[in-house]
């Protein structure tokens, strides 16, 4: 494919040895006081990279990563996205966004089917993530969502709100369960409708597991949504106070699962001839619910009952598997991703992390689109995490990581390797401060055992974040501190450290660099020159 064709940088020397990309994945820039987790972690490493020549900050969120305001944290989404397309695409959020004011959502074909089912007598079912993080989510979607039934005469709808804590205040779940409440109750008011929360419970541990990592979540998800299994509550404000009461140290992210009920029966199991609409538009924790919900060949848990239902999510998660396949928003159409040019180029990468960032160099670094863009040419290598919080062994497997990492590095095999390391963010959406002080401080360790192998090989080291998190611990409000458990709006550092010594690299001083400006740059070290759409590099060979 011509369009894919990468042009050699005139002047360019070959070097043995890899260009190795770090994501610090959470590691991002913060106020440098007690509140900043990568400030007071040992991090001697970091330290010293931070004061390379060939060091600038990089914009992570809001628009600079095609997300609809300044004032959205950046995600592992959108900024690997950005890290692998060289150029900002309108994500998720927006183009929801965009297809509700338009009324082009409830012009889709899925839209349309879903409303047949329930005017066909059938319920409308939305399971999804309550909040206004705009991460997974916006609260603001699904109320939209809902006044449409309202508006289109849907006599029954029932709400499985899965609780953030994660992405907003670690418990906040009462304010957006109070909001949605009063909003079901203003459109029960009139028209003779049943719009009622049916289930719910913790992200962490209902429904939304990613990368096959825990089944038992989507299982635990499937049995209250579904079947209406669960420990049951008049109401869901009646599951979360309950919970709350019964151990004070709980979080929203991790309350179990609950499930509404009536006289001793839950109120909104999901039936044949209902319609089931997953109103999340980031991809990575919906897959595994689209997939219980749509495959005839399923063996990831017993599913006991599998109600015929149409179901649909707010965008297709999994453009090459198709998942889901029907779908209320077009996702972003990303295109001529880094790793096609270098695949079409032939040359040799490798991508790894542990489970839980596994498909962010992967999936969402080729573009939303899983498996290999050219397995002749790639190797993909997945560690196993381990299944507990990540507050208790905040390490996680970065050690493994940078195990396997070094041997890729020193078998000259591969002359671009990207690597997450998933503690900075996976340890920060937790709030403890002792935890993300040692994940910071694993990442750091991880570092220092990669440089040598670097260093000897002749090759570059590479160092960045997709966003923030570790940055910034707490808050204070009038004197109490309040964990910080969401990302940051804070900026990422960029790095290169050439141990290579064949080519003199500078600075090109880009205004306002951000992510999407780290593949052109990947490309200038590894000696192409950027193709014409993307955004400039961030270093020139002199």
């Not at 495959?295 to 889901?324: C, K, N």
């Not at 001529?336 to 498909?359: D, P």
């Not at 050439?498 to 880009?510: I, K």
Request: hydrophobic share 40%.
């Amino acid at each position: 494919m011509t369009q894919l064709q990468l042009t050699r940088l005139p002047g360019y020397h070959a070097f043995p040895g890899s260009v190795v990309l770090v994501i610090m994945d959470g590691v991002g820039l913060g106020k440098r006081d007690e509140s900043d987790g990568v400030f007071l972690a040992n991090t001697p490493v970091l330290d010293e990279l931070l004061a390379e020549p060939l060091f600038v900050t990089l914009k992570a969120h809001g628009k600079a990563v095609g997300l609809p305001s300044d004032e959205d944290m950046g995600n592992s989404e959108v900024g690997h996205n950005a890290l692998g397309a060289g150029r900002v695409f309108a994500q998720g959020a927006q183009l929801v966004n965009d297809a509700v004011a338009s009324g082009a959502i409830f012009r889709s074909a899925a839209w349309q089917a879903a409303m047949a089912r329930g005017k066909s007598g059938g319920t409308v079912h939305f399971i999804g993530l309550l909040s206004d993080g705009n991460v997974h989510s916006h609260i603001n979607h699904l109320f939209a969502l809902l006044d449409r039934c309202a508006e289109e005469g849907m006599a029954r709808v029932r709400v499985h709100p899965l609780l953030d804590g994660r992405d907003v205040g670690e418990r906040s779940a009462l304010t957006y369960l109070d909001a949605l409440e009063g909003h079901l109750s203003r459109l029960n008011a009139t028209g003779g409708r049943d719009y009622r929360v049916a289930s719910g419970g913790g992200r962490m541990v209902t429904t939304m597991d990613r990368y096959n990592a825990d089944w038992a979540v989507v299982e635990r998800g499937w049995k209250a949504h579904v079947l209406g299994i669960g420990r049951q509550f008049a109401s869901a404000r009646d599951a979360v106070e309950t919970y709350y009461r019964e151990d004070p140290t709980s979080t929203d992210q991790y309350l179990d699962s609950f499930v509404i009920a009536s006289g001793g029966q839950p109120v909104g199991t999901i039936q044949d001839g209902d319609a089931v609409l997953f109103f999340n538009f980031r991809g990575d924790r919906a897959i595994e619910i689209s997939r219980a919900f749509e495959e005839r060949d399923f063996h990831e848990f017993d599913r006991v009952r599998v109600p015929a239902v149409f179901y649909a999510g707010m965008m297709q998660y999994d453009g090459d598997a198709q998942i889901p396949g029907q779908f209320l928003v077009e996702p972003p159409a990303i295109d001529c991703t880094v790793s096609q040019y270098l695949c079409t180029a032939g040359v040799t990468s490798y991508a790894i992390s542990e489970t839980q960032k596994f498909g962010h160099v992967t999936y969402f670094w080729n573009g939303n689109n899983s498996g290999y863009v050219d397995e002749r040419v790639e190797k993909y290598v997945e560690i196993p995490s381990d299944r507990v919080m990540f507050d208790q062994r905040p390490w996680m497997k970065s050690a493994e990581i940078t195990d396997a990492t070094i041997d890729a590095v020193r078998s000259g095999q591969f002359k671009f390797i990207r690597l997450n390391y998933p503690n900075g963010d996976m340890v920060g959406h937790t709030g403890i401060v002792n935890a993300i002080r040692i994940a910071v401080e694993s990442v750091d360790l991880g570092l220092q055992r990669l440089l040598p192998a670097v260093r000897a090989a002749g090759g570059v080291l590479v160092v960045t974040a997709d966003h923030g998190n570790a940055d910034c611990m707490f808050t204070e409000k009038k004197g109490k501190r309040e964990a910080m458990v969401a990302h940051t709006l804070n900026p990422v550092p960029f790095i290169i450290k050439d141990f290579s010594g064949a080519n003199r690299l500078s600075l090109t001083h880009v205004p306002s660099p951000r992510l999407s400006h780290v593949a052109a740059t990947l490309l200038t070290l590894l000696g192409f020159q950027k193709p014409e759409q993307y955004d400039p590099s961030l270093v020139t060979i002199t």
